[in-house]
């Protein structure tokens, strides 16, 4: 039986012990309430360290972190300006592998705070806007704190019984919104050359931002597209009122749009309440590699921070500064470049620091995301380069053809060392 907490007599003191490991649902399904109650009262606890994966609300500052320990899976989105002051610790893993490490005790869970829809007439509530690790997370959790959020919708997959809260929020705000990418001429240009893999029947994984969101934007007269993906947009809710998102050639979950996450704003949030063409599932689901290799005409469309000549992917970090994480980019890379009739896109800018560095390089700044060899195809506003069965001089010549003109005769210079040697 859950005991209800009024919002402003929330006192974590009596909830949480010194020392507890908490894991906190992320993206649009933070709970935003119980969050900014860890700031305020977290240093009179003491020792408390949390966990949460990617963070839009704003909250988690630098200086919010005084109060305990923040490790993440990345510096995604808000998390970014935590690593940049050093605050931040990152755990380099897949989405994938975030529940399993919780239930194996490697990330600890002592309390899990999650956000979730008002009950259903069963008295189960939805996980609302996120689902990936959160089930994992309150399995393992001495202590559930559940924020029951009135403007959350109840979406169908996951559900979480009232009987497994042991504290219960309730409260009635906008949930954590993140609107589209509006993007320029270069998310433009990548879009155009993106969106030609893209053929009528394709399934897709597409992850948010100004590129992602310009390729949907592309999409509206394609037919019997199909959506499995670790996270979705407002982009699709396009897609589906146009007619061009129907799931109906699916080769798994047919007629269903699958995804673990919803980040977007109240258009997709109303889209996706109580709709049965819209399953919430577990990164166990979304992300495993035994349900992927069923898709057939699976596109995936990632992002990164640099490629090198060879297609070694960075995702993660541009010198010492830390941009992105793993995420779920090598699951669905290596899915889509296996699956019939499928691509893997990873698509990025020409340049970056307003045109002064370029993206495409001799050789990485920063770690190895995505090796060379599960790379398919890379996409800038100057083309794709084709590499799936490449060898590494074609593949450095099909490089530069899609880096900045500025650069390129730098890059020609590497390329020709890379053919000399063959290697």
Do not use: W
């Amino acid at each position: 039986m859950s005991a209800a907490v009024a919002a402003g007599a929330l006192d974590l003191g009596r909830l949480l012990r010194p020392g507890d490991r908490i894991v906190v649902g992320q993206a649009c399904g933070e709970p935003t309430t119980l969050v900014r109650a860890l700031i305020e009262q977290g240093p009179g606890i003491g020792g408390l360290s949390v966990f949460v994966a990617t963070s839009f609300s704003g909250l988690f500052t630098p200086a919010a972190t005084d109060g305990f320990t923040l490790t993440s899976m990345g510096a995604i989105g808000a998390l970014r300006a935590v690593a940049k002051e050093h605050r931040l610790g990152v755990i380099p893993c897949h989405v994938g592998q975030v529940g399993p490490l919780i239930e194996a005790g490697t990330i600890g869970c002592d309390v899990a705070f999650v956000q979730v829809s008002p009950a259903d007439a069963a008295g189960n509530h939805s996980f609302g806007l996120i689902s990936d690790h959160v089930r994992a997370a309150v399995s393992a959790a001495r202590v559930v704190v559940a924020e029951v959020n009135e403007q959350v919708p109840f979406t169908l997959g996951e559900s979480l019984p009232a009987g497994r809260i042991d504290h219960a929020v309730h409260v009635s705000c906008p949930p954590v919104r993140v609107a589209p990418g509006r993007g320029g001429a270069t998310d433009e240009a990548i879009a155009r050359h993106a969106a030609g893999y893209i053929e009528d029947g394709a399934v897709l994984q597409v992850g948010v931002g100004g590129a992602a969101d310009a390729v949907l934007r592309l999409l509206g007269d394609r037919r019997d597209l199909g959506v499995h993906s670790g996270m979705v947009g407002d982009g699709i809710v396009d897609l589906v009122e146009a007619g061009a998102v129907t799931n109906a050639r699916k080769s798994v979950d047919r007629g269903v749009s699958v995804t673990g996450a919803l980040i977007g704003t109240e258009r997709l949030y109303d889209f996706a309440h109580r709709n049965p063409a819209l399953r919430m599932c577990s990164a166990s689901y979304t992300h495993d590699a035994a349900v992927l290799a069923r898709l057939e005409r699976l596109v995936t469309l990632n992002s990164a921070v640099e490629v090198d000549l060879t297609g070694q992917v960075n995702a993660e970090q541009g010198g010492s500064a830390y941009l992105g994480g793993t995420g779920g980019q090598a699951d669905f890379v290596r899915a889509g470049a296996r699956s019939p009739g499928g691509h893997a896109l990873i698509a990025l800018p020409a340049t970056a620091a307003g045109g002064t560095v370029s993206r495409i390089t001799a050789s990485l700044s920063g770690p190895v995301t995505t090796a060379r060899s599960d790379v398919d195809v890379i996409v800038t506003e100057f083309g794709a380069a084709e590499l799936k069965g490449r060898g590494l001089a074609e593949r450095a010549r099909r490089m530069v053809a899609v880096a900045h003109p500025r650069f390129r005769e730098e890059l020609e210079r590497a390329a020709h060392a890379i053919g000399q040697r063959g290697y």
